[in-house]
């Protein structure tokens, strides 16, 4: 009988002129970009955080701390393979990933299959495996004025037998 683990995963990072916007491995032309330790990837960091609870190890932080140096400016696709390494060892594979981006601007939707391969290339896994959806926040809250950006993500992890 197959074991089956799920993971839940939360991120949100500040917008600011002057910063790069990366989501999901793809660079974004827009005036606001994340404000972060990292390359603040929201999309990524999600997903990390689902990979990783899902497999019963601790968040992105205590893997990644935003008091290291070594990964100040990290491009976080760098920081998922290394997060996809974790689950591995800890014998699971990746079912498959749902995640929903939350963000008034700039639009995702014309970009979302690129991201969908970036990921999977990253991953090992098929586009296919990967659920991507982006929504506003219908100008509410701290979404709603462009003041941040969210992501949730959940993931479906099975246990080598």
Same mark, same amino acid.
């Given at each position: 009988?197959?074991?089956?683990?799920?993971?839940?995963?939360?991120?949100?990072?500040?917008?600011?002129?002057? $910063? /790069?916007?990366?989501?999901?491995?793809? /660079?974004?032309?827009?005036? =606001? #970009?994340?404000?972060?330790?990292?390359?603040?990837?929201?999309? +990524?960091?999600? +997903?990390?955080?689902?990979?990783?609870?899902?497999?019963?190890?601790?968040?992105?932080? *205590?893997?990644?701390?935003?008091?290291?140096?070594?990964?100040?400016?990290?491009? /976080?696709?760098?920081? =998922?393979?290394?997060?996809?390494?974790?689950?591995?060892?800890?014998? *699971?594979?990746? #079912?498959? +990933?749902?995640? %929903?981006?939350?963000? $008034?601007?700039?639009? !995702?939707?014309?970009?979302?299959?690129?991201?969908? %391969?970036?990921?999977?290339?990253?991953?090992? !896994?098929?586009?296919?495996?990967?659920?991507?959806?982006? %929504? %506003?926040?219908?100008?509410?809250?701290?979404?709603?004025?462009?003041?941040?950006?969210?992501?949730?993500?959940?993931?479906?992890?099975?246990?080598?037998?």
């Amino acid at each position: 009988m197959a074991k089956f683990k799920v993971g839940f995963g939360y991120d949100v990072h500040q917008l600011a002129t002057g $910063e /790069s916007l990366i989501l999901g491995g793809v /660079s974004f032309d827009y005036h =606001l #970009g994340t404000v972060a330790h990292s390359d603040g990837d929201v999309l +990524i960091h999600a +997903i990390c955080d689902a990979l990783l609870g899902a497999a019963g190890l601790r968040d992105i932080g *205590f893997y990644f701390p935003d008091t290291d140096n070594a990964f100040k400016g990290i491009n /976080s696709s760098h920081l =998922l393979a290394k997060v996809a390494d974790l689950v591995n060892q800890k014998g *699971f594979d990746i #079912g498959n +990933i749902d995640a %929903t981006l939350v963000a $008034e601007q700039p639009k !995702i939707n014309p970009k979302i299959e690129e991201m969908k %391969t970036v990921l999977a290339a990253v991953l090992k !896994i098929e586009p296919d495996d990967i659920g991507l959806k982006a %929504t %506003t926040n219908e100008k509410m809250g701290f979404v709603g004025r462009e003041d941040g950006m969210a992501a949730y993500a959940v993931v479906l992890l099975e246990k080598r037998i």
